[in-house]
């Protein structure tokens, strides 16, 4: 049954996600930016972004595949006209991403000991999330993110399990490269961006918890030590690696010189500083340090406003959809009629059908979502306070407080940002809502179970081809737009 359900969840996907792709074939939002970013490694100009250079650097890579060596397109603004086709490949990798996440979401859902019903249900779930689907058609990065944290999660409960199964059969197993698998695929969350750290401190609040559970805690500290010594290992590897290519491949001068230092520019061919023999030539280590501090000041600082920015309260309630991109249609059409011998011209006005792109979630999933996430956080708190009263911890249900600790852990830091911030940054939250809702359905029994699953997994459905036209860009009219903007703040 896993086999099928996974096929199944596959085919769905990849029709979800190819129907209408590569369209656009235009700029769309931040493909201002990144899609400049990428084409930089190709000119090997130094460009300044303060996110780690590992998303821009993969989709160079699936650029390159191309076989452009020189990308004229231009990106001056939303909406310019892309020159070659370059962009389609730039767009492929986080594509793909989405593709694969709703397999993935299915395989942490297995892990959490879900059923195959229900961890399917998750992905499914996960396919008929509109903003999920919109952010992972265009060169963004927020797709490759929930991939390689997700992927983090579930290999990190692989490696528990197999590690359990061969300590009590002393069966010798290999369980070791599921760590590794783990730690690289969280590396890779956190190199992409920053918020993707919030994956590994998933992992180290299970460890700390283990050592503080166990009845030996010595030699529970020893193997959470070398759990938590290996992430660090593997995260660092990857990430000073990356920067390392990074640098490699960017040689020259560009328009990232501004952020730099002076001594920096000394590094970088065609600089002003380039000859400059009054200045020390910084090592790697050197460049790496200013470069990140520079990343985490811009960060720090971003205080620009944006007409489609919002607050992380309202995220869950998604009362600040973003508006990407549109195509405006003509609004006359003019028709001439012979009578005999004189000749009428009639101008006609018709509803013009534009397209809009918006990043717009299911309202059903989110709103749902959110309910759930609410009545788990006071199970949760309920049940922590009989167990320390009590201090019977056998009262504790550990996948209610796994999916409320991922959906904290992707949330709340959020609080402490000043920098303008956007709905996308809800998304890895998002989906361990959706993991909720699987989890709440899958305690139900009998035929009321499968009763619900089927309401839930049909009205997701419903509300996922409703507003699909805001999610593939599809032609509507004025009135068929309004209808689908309940609310003032969603326009």
Partial sequence: ???????????????????????????????????????????GKYYFDPHPPLGKLLIAATGGLSGVTNDSTSYA???????????????????????????????LCRRLRLSALAAFSAGLLVILENSLLVQSRFIFLDSMLLLS??????????????????????????????????SLAGALSFDIKWTGLAFSLIITLIEIWDVFQAPRRIQALKRSAGVLGTMIFVGLFVYLLTFAVHFA?????????????????????????????????????????????EMYGVNAHMDATHQYSSKWYTWPFMMRPIFYWQETAASTSTATTSLASSTTT?????????????????????????????????????LLTRAFLSRNRKILKPVPIFIVIGFLANFLPFIFIGRVMFLYHYQAA???????????????????KYILISATLLLALAAFIYWSPLTYGLPMTANQMAARMWFPSWR
């Fill in 1 to 43: 049954m896993n086999k099928y359900f996974l096929i199944f969840l596959f085919v769905l996907s990849c029709l979800s996600h190819l129907l209408f792709f590569p369209r656009p074939a235009e700029v769309v939002f931040d493909e201002l930016y990144f899609g400049i970013y990428a084409s930089d490694y190709i000119s």
């Fill in 346 to 382: 009639v101008s006609t006005t018709v509803s013009p059908e534009n397209s809009y792109i918006y990043l717009f979630g299911n309202p059903f999933t989110y709103w749902l979502g959110i309910l759930v996430m609410v009545v788990l956080i006071v199970d949760c708190l309920w």
């Fill in 430 to 448: 998002l989906v361990f809502t959706i993991i909720g809702i699987a989890y709440t359905l899958d305690q139900l029994k009998g035929r009321l």
């Fill in 149 to 182: 944290g997700f992927t983090a999660l579930a290999a990190y409960l692989t490696f528990r399990a197999r590690r359990r199964s061969a300590l009590n059969d002393n069966s010798g197993k290999r369980y070791f490269w599921w760590l590794v698998a783990s």
């Fill in 249 to 293: 491949l960017l040689p020259r001068s560009g328009q990232g010189n501004a952020f730099m230092s002076t001594s920096f520019q000394k590094t970088l061919v065609d600089s002003s500083y380039h000859n400059d023999t009054t200045l020390r030539t910084p090592d790697f280590l050197d460049k790496f340090v200013e470069l990140n501090m």
């Fill in 77 to 107: 603004a939303i909406g310019d006209k892309y020159q070659t086709d370059i962009y389609i490949w730039y767009r492929l990798l986080p594509l793909i991403a989405g593709i694969l996440l709703p397999l993935v979401v299915y395989w």
